[in-house]
């Protein structure tokens, strides 16, 4: 058994971690931080929980998480970079899924983030936790920058095409849209549904911060990659939607080969047969990454459609998978469950 902490338990991709490590069978749910809710049972915050979490919610304490092999932090960006030193010191691996370690330059992630980052050393240590790139890497981690969610979305659509050399690198545009989920828990008039509901907008046009994180794992890819990046946000919970677009340089007819060779032994990601169009609630609540890839003759534009629910491939879900792989297990395992429709 896995003994595990979770750090900031109450926020969307903390309540999905709950959700998904209570049918873990390898898991022991050790310690579950809420500053705000300490002494309250979990299950009484969310009674989906009702039976399956026993746990009440504490203060966050280092000497609590060292009951612990393994302590996801799902708290803000410039939060587990301030603790991850002394838990590593005590022998405690570590996943954050939230920004801290993910961009290896400090002078990028301090711009978009905008803060000074207190633990480079830490940064240095971090393996990017997205497994189709990095699984033998993580399997020795003992810190996991977990991905953002846009990032896994559209690097699982475009990775095939850059190891192999099939596309203009430069020429990528990802459009791409997003469930209100992905803007987190907090209160926020902009993500309330009856602002978002029958109205769809892009956003952080002039610059998001998956951005540097996108183009960090293309350039490790094709050092000429670089690409346009807009989020939309849509009026649904959860889901993100990335259409790509690039211009090929390679025999099309390769190109639907070459996608299903490169992910035939993935768990995780199901290629379609080609000219699919793959739907957000075919991968709500699951760990999967469906793809399909289009061509279009007229503009010799390459399109490949990729989508996640971002609260599961693209976080809670993610994070499991990296777990089990850093922790010797099944890499599956706690990661079965299917997409529900409707």
């Given at each position: 058994m896995v003994n595990v902490g979770i750090v900031g338990g109450t926020g969307y991709t903390g309540v999905e971690l709950l959700r998904l490590l209570a049918n873990h069978a390898q898991v022991n749910l050790k310690v579950i931080t809420s500053r705000s809710n300490a002494g309250i049972a979990v299950s009484e915050l969310f009674p989906n929980l009702r039976g399956k979490?026993?746990?009440?919610?504490?203060?966050?304490?280092?000497?609590?998480y060292k009951q612990c092999d393994l302590v996801f932090f799902a708290t803000p960006n410039a939060i587990a970079m301030h603790q991850v030193e002394e838990l590593l010191e005590a022998g405690i691996r570590v996943i954050d899924l939230a920004a801290d370690f993910r961009i290896k330059d400090l002078s990028v992630?301090?711009?978009w983030y905008g803060t000074s980052h207190v633990s480079p050393q830490s940064v240095e240590k971090a393996v990017y936790g997205l497994p189709e790139m990095n699984r033998e890497s993580i399997k020795q981690a003992r810190l996991v920058a977990n991905p953002g969610c846009y990032v896994t979305a559209v690097t699982l659509g475009l990775l095939p095409l850059l190891r192999h050399g099939l596309i203009k690198p430069a020429t990528i545009i990802a459009d791409c849209k997003s469930g209100v989920s992905g803007a987190?828990?907090?209160?926020?008039?902009?993500?309330?549904?009856?602002e978002v509901s029958e109205s769809v907008k892009a956003y952080a046009v002039?610059?998001?911060?998956?951005?540097?994180?996108i183009k960090q794992n293309l350039r490790q890819?094709?050092?000429q990659a670089d690409l346009v990046f807009i989020p939309h946000l849509m009026p649904m919970i959860r889901g993100i939607h990335a259409t790509l677009y690039t211009d090929v340089i390679a025999d099309v007819s390769q190109v639907q080969s070459v996608f299903e060779a490169y992910y035939a032994d993935e768990p995780f990601v199901d290629v379609m047969p080609a000219g699919s169009h793959p739907e957000t609630r075919s991968v709500k609540g699951a760990n999967d990454c469906r793809i399909a890839v289009h061509y279009l003759p007229e503009s010799k534009k390459l399109i490949v459609l990729s989508v996640i629910d971002n609260l599961v491939k693209g976080a809670a879900g993610q994070a499991i998978q990296n777990m089990n792989l850093m922790m010797s297990l099944d890499e599956n395992a706690g990661l079965h469950g299917l997409g529900f429709i409707p």
């Open positions: 979490v026993d746990l009440k919610f504490s203060e966050p304490s280092i000497q609590n992630w301090e711009k987190g828990r907090s209160a926020s008039l902009g993500t309330a549904m009856c002039s610059g998001h911060r998956h951005y540097p994180e890819l094709d050092a």
